[in-house]
């Protein structure tokens, strides 16, 4: 284990519903960070914080709102998806966020099936 | 501008043979390089990374990876494979400035068979 868990494993939600993905680390880190893996396609980075605070916010779909309520929590608040956001959910942490500070690690992910 | 390229999307490697795949990338400077690797329903796990000084940079499970400059090159590699070597693995780079997160390749799936 990583030492980062993620909740739910496995998701399945409507269109119109709402729900949320949590992310918890357990290593004093202090950066944590959303990917969405889809098939056939690079890991694509999401949100990132550091110190609680948004630093990258990479053109997402306000569909997707994360929350950082302090450094060791992480959720990724979901409305209204579309079946193209499918896909499996991956939260990272890491110590900082400048270079060798940065080695991530990640949770087990979220696999999300959106009908 | 940052950038990963991993040009196989799998390789296949006999079991007992070495193996290597293959990562070129494109920063401004000098990079920091990571290779992940992911294994099936879980999520990626670290193995190696290059920060500065020997170019030979050494991970866990026997891997290594070989930072050349001149080249743009960082290849993973192992002298012996194992079958429970077959996963997924992600080359990653970052350039030392600015505050850009980390740059994943497309992947590369290794398949070692028995």
């Known amino acids: 284990e990583t030492g980062v868990t993620q909740t739910p494993r496995h998701l399945v939600m409507g269109m119109t519903n709402k729900k949320s993905l949590k992310c918890e680390q357990h290593l004093g880190h202090n950066a944590m960070y959303w990917y969405k893996q889809s098939a056939k396609k690079p890991l694509e980075l999401m949100f990132v914080?550091?110190?609680?605070?948004?630093?990258e916010n990479n053109s997402v779909p306000s569909r997707f709102s994360p929350e950082c309520p302090n450094s060791s929590h992480l959720f990724l608040h979901l409305h209204t998806l579309q079946p193209e956001d499918s896909a499996l959910y991956l939260c990272a942490s890491s110590r900082g966020t400048s270079g060798e500070q940065e080695t991530q690690y990640f949770g087990p992910g979220t696999r999300l099936l959106v009908l | 501008a940052q950038s990963v390229a991993q040009p196989e999307d799998q390789v296949n490697v006999a079991e007992g043979n070495p193996l290597t795949v293959k990562c070129t990338y494109s920063v401004s400077g000098n990079p920091y390089l990571f290779w992940y690797v992911q294994y099936p329903n879980r999520g990626l796990q670290f193995l190696l990374k290059?920060?500065?000084?020997?170019?030979l940079v050494k991970g866990s499970y026997g891997f290594e990876a070989e930072f050349n400059k001149s080249q743009t090159s960082f290849h993973l590699k192992k002298p012996s494979a194992l079958v429970s070597d077959s996963a997924l693995y992600f080359c990653a780079v970052r350039d030392r400035t600015g505050r850009r997160a980390l740059t994943f390749g497309s992947g590369t799936r290794l398949q070692v068979q028995p």
């Open positions: 290059y920060i500065t000084g020997d170019n």
């Open positions: 914080y550091s110190l609680e605070e948004r630093v």
